[in-house]
């Protein structure tokens, strides 16, 4: 009120002032070409406390609005902490999933990946330590992928039964051959195949296939893609006296006119290996004795 009040005054020397008084005036006092005059000032001063119709009596409103606008920012910044804290967790969930499977070990390219081979499985045809590792395989997975194993044993056992032939060269020589079964192997093949799909998942069962196809392929005798011929018979040492059982196992797959592929290994044993087990009713008596446990 102060500043108005010397305002009003100005004006008031300006209007009733003797013109000596408003020659001598400061020039500062004066109405110039550009300059608003003091009168105009006072209306501007009143313009800009009543513009949008508001007077003094508006600053309570004013700082309501600014109350809530206050609110709604602490709101929104309660908000954006609980999101952010939900994120952190779940970076630090990656984090440590990423830990516990990666430390330790190195991607592979698929150039190298390609090369990589695993057994799929063991002697009695139960998946791998190294495939389960390798797949990151669940208990129950685990589960299904030795039920659906131990049913294509079986039924390659049955097709093989259905099939064998032995023939016996001398007494202490004897020999089973299993012809090609390619229409059987085929269904065999793809009904493993399927409950493998199933149970591992697409990018698992793929990785699987990369990896272990060719010792699956082994296991199952080439899902009757090859012909095989076992023969057993025992072999003396000179320096002991007892015999030591010879094997030899080997397929052969027709690649076309004049063209085969063998495949055969032989070996000494004095304990018969347990994938053998399944052909002892075909097997002489001689050859059973050495699927018995070695005695110390």
Known sequence: MAGVGILFALLLGDLFGSSSSRSNAPSSARAEPGKASSLF??????????????????????????AARASQLNEENVRLRTQNNELQGRLVSVLNWILENFRGKYPLSEIHMAKLQIPPMTEDFTLHPDALDFLKVTPDEERKVNDAFAYAHQTLEEIEAAIITVTNPRPDKVILHIPPFPEDGKVLQEDLYAALDATLGQDRFDRFLQVSETGLKQNFYQFGEASRTMVFELAYDADSTTPQLKIKDGWVIDLGPNSRQVTAVESFVTNLPGKYSAYLAWLPDYVGMYAAPKQP
């Open 41 to 66: 000032a006072v209306e501007s001063f009143r313009g800009e406390g009543s513009r949008d119709g508001k007077t003094l009596s508006g600053t309570g409103d004013s700082a309501v609005d600014l």
